[in-house]
């Protein structure tokens, strides 16, 4: 079993930028596959990025593509989410999520769940 907790939300204008991290307890980091998902106001949540258990492997929804950047430190327990040049509709919560299965972009196919950090994104 793991546990997440995200930090690093906040108030940005768009075009600026900001850093999600995930800090991981429990069993060992480096055997779950990681991802970030959204949820905005009124939407289903969303995949934003995954990655595999060494990091040499990632998967981004095409909105993120160019702009956001997952990594994981296996040494730290920490799963980061650099965002990049923000824009309005990039305003959610944003969840980390871990599986010990591969690396996916199904919001079902993950059994642990951070509590999620506010990203808001100012015009």
């Known amino acids: 079993q793991v546990q997440l907790v995200e930090s690093g939300g906040g108030l940005v204008q768009a075009g600026g930028s900001l850093r999600l991290s995930c800090a991981a307890s429990g069993r060992t980091f480096s055997t779950y596959s990681m991802g970030w998902f959204r949820r905005a106001p009124g939407k289903e949540r969303e995949f934003v990025a995954a990655i595999d258990l060494s990091g040499s492997a990632t998967d981004y929804t095409e909105s993120a593509k160019g702009r956001f950047t997952i990594s994981r430190d296996n040494a730290k327990n920490t799963l980061n989410l650099q965002m990049n040049s923000l824009k309005p509709e990039d305003t959610a919560v944003y969840y980390c999520?871990?599986?010990?299965?591969?690396?996916?972009?199904?919001?079902?196919?993950?059994?642990?769940w951070g509590q999620g950090t506010q990203v808001t994104v100012s015009s």
């Open positions: 999520a871990a599986d010990d299965t591969v690396m996916s972009r199904y919001g079902h196919q993950y059994t642990y």
